[in-house]
C-alpha cells in the first residue's frame, strides 16, 4: 500500500468534512484483527475508501474487502483513492444501496464492519448475522452518537437513528450467540464476537 497516498487522502477527507474512521477506532479494530487475520471484510458504507484501504494492512494473505456505498460521487472517489493507494486488487466496491445490496450477497465474512445510515443498524445487523463466520466479529461505529444513545435525548431529527443504535445495543447483548462490548472510542464502538 503507499502510505504517502494514504494520508494525502486521510487529509483531503477530513477537510471536506466526510466522515471517516478515528484514528483510535482505527487503533482498536487492528488490535482485534491482530491475532486471527481476517480474509474476508465486508464494509457497509465505503465513503471514500479511507477505512478500507486502513483495512487492507489487518488482512491475511491474498485476503479482500467488499465495501457498499450508495453516494455515486463517494463511490468514485473511492475508486480513485484505491487506485492511487495500490490496493486495487484487494477492495471491491459495491454501487448502492446496502438496503437493496445486503439481501442478494451470500458470502461468508471474517470481519463485518457496520458504518452507514444509523437508522438502519438492526436491519445491517441481522444481514451481518446471516454472513458472518463463527469466531468472526462484528462491528459497528458510531454506536453512541455524540452521547445521544446512553442520554435520555430523545427528542430531534435524530430520533429514529438513536432509537435504532438503542436497539442494536439491546439485540447484540442479549443473543447469546454474541460477546459484546460497547467501547467509548471514537463516537462509540460496538464489537460484537461470534461465539
Ligand atoms: C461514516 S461514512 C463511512 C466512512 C468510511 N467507513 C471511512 O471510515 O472511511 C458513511 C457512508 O455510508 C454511506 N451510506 C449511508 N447509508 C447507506 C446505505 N444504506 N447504503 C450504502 N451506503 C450508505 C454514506 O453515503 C457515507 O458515505
Redesign the pocket.
Known amino acids: 500500500m503507499n502510505k504517502q497516498e494514504l494520508l494525502k487522502i486521510k487529509k483531503k ?1 477530513l477537510e471536506e468534512k466526510i ?3 478515528m484514528d483510535d477506532t482505527l487503533e482498536v479494530i487492528e488490535k482485534y484483527l491482530k491475532k486471527d487475520k481476517p480474509k474476508r471484510i465486508l ?9 478500507a484501504i486502513c483495512f487492507t494492512e489487518f488482512l491475511a494473505e491474498n485476503g479482500v474487502i467488499d465495501t ?4 455515486e460521487k ?1 463511490a468514485r472517489e473511492a475508486r480513485e483513492n484505491i487506485k492511487k493507494a495500490e490496493v486495487e486488487e484487494k477492495i471491491n466496491i459495491y454501487e448502492g ?3 437493496e445490496i445486503l439481501p442478494k450477497l451470500n458470502e461468508k465474512y471474517d470481519v463485518i464492519f457496520i ?3 444509523k437508522g ?1 443498524y438492526t436491519f445491517f445487523l441481522n444481514e451481518a448475522l446471516r454472513m458472518v463466520n463463527k469466531n468472526g466479529i462484528i462491528f459497528a461505529d ?1 454506536i453512541l452518537y455524540k452521547g445521544y444513545v446512553l442520554s435520555d435525548y430523545n427528542k430531534h431529527k435524530q430520533r429514529t437513528a438513536v432509537r435504532n443504535l438503542r436497539e442494536y445495543i439491546k439485540e447484540t447483548s442479549e443473543n447469546p450467540n454474541l460477546e459484546t462490548e460497547i467501547l467509548e472510542v471514537g463516537d462509540g464502538l460496538a464489537v460484537s464476537k461470534i461465539l
Open positions: 477527507a466522515p471517516i474512521i464494509e457497509i458504507g465505503t465513503a471514500v475508501g479511507y477505512s457498499i456505498e450508495r453516494d463517494r444501496d446496502a438496503i458504518d452507514a445510515a438502519k458510531n
